[in-house]
């Protein structure tokens, strides 16, 4: 195979929602990526990082750099389903430590969508997305890296029609949201993405981010997927 990966499980995907994580094995090996997920990689370190548990987080960012490291001097990349996981491997490592091998981690780290979109894995998928109507909330920690319009542009390119909405903050972020204190803020912030959907003409929403994806759930009693099981549906 011309492209090799190490599919790092978070937290997320390996507990909660194993289904993207599928659905991210199924498009990269149809477009001949060879997959190896990591078995040895259970926690980006993100959970810990988000409640200032710093050296918690660094703790596990240097145990996880030392088993991909070698992976990545073989020649994989490292490639996340989880936003906020991605992100936390592409930029808040390189704060966490200092040293050469948490770089160079860093730099062959990809959100999946990402690496689609940067090796144009889509042009090797049979998948068509049958011009289904796609209202997409992207992610804050993506866009906060400027990697957040990977997943639009390969969700067009097969097919679908997106209308990627101007939003911020869903009002989750992480376990925020579900914290009592917090639950007023955390609707009065979703109330303005809800309203943006409302405004959409999407067929169903998309959001590749987990706790974005609750908060949309809960709002439409529905279950929103990540854009990459939409990619996997559309697979022939």
């Given amino acids: 195979a011309e492209h090799r990966v190490v599919l790092v499980p978070d937290t997320v995907t390996n507990y909660n929602n194993p289904d993207a994580g599928k659905a991210a094995v199924r498009v ?11 078995e040895d990689i259970t926690d980006s370190g993100r959970p810990a990082h988000s409640k200032g548990l710093l050296g918690k987080a660094r703790e596990t960012a240097e145990a996880n750099v030392a088993a ?8 994989r990349d490292v490639v996340v389903v989880e936003p906020s996981d991605a992100v936390m491997f592409q930029s808040d490592y390189l704060d966490l430590l200092s040293s050469d091998a948490a770089a160079t981690v860093a730099e062959n780290t990809y959100g999946v969508l990402e690496y689609v979109d940067v090796n144009r894995l ?3 998928l049979d998948a068509d997305g049958g011009a289904e109507r ?7 920690h993506q866009k906060s890296v ?5 997943a639009v542009g390969v969700l067009r390119r097969t097919g679908f029609r997106v ?4 939003t911020s903050c869903c009002g989750m972020a992480g376990t925020f949201g579900y914290e009592a204190e917090h639950y007023s803020m955390s609707q009065a912030i979703g109330s303005m993405l809800f309203d943006r959907i409302d405004d959409s003409d999407g067929d169903s929403v998309v959001a590749p981010g987990a706790s974005c994806r609750t908060q949309i759930g809960d709002e439409y009693d529905e279950k929103p997927p990540h854009p990459i099981e ?3 549906d559309a697979l022939a």
Wanted: charged residues 30%; negative net charge.
């Fill in 230 to 232: 939409k990619l996997a």
């Fill in 146 to 150: 400027k990697k957040d319009h990977h």
């Fill in 68 to 75: 991909l490291s070698p992976r990545v001097e073989d020649g």
């Fill in 28 to 38: 990269l090996e149809a477009a001949g990526v060879h997959v190896e997920v990591a």
């Fill in 122 to 124: 889509d042009e090797a």
């Fill in 134 to 140: 796609l209202t997409y909330h992207g992610h804050c």
């Fill in 163 to 166: 209308d990627p909405l101007d």
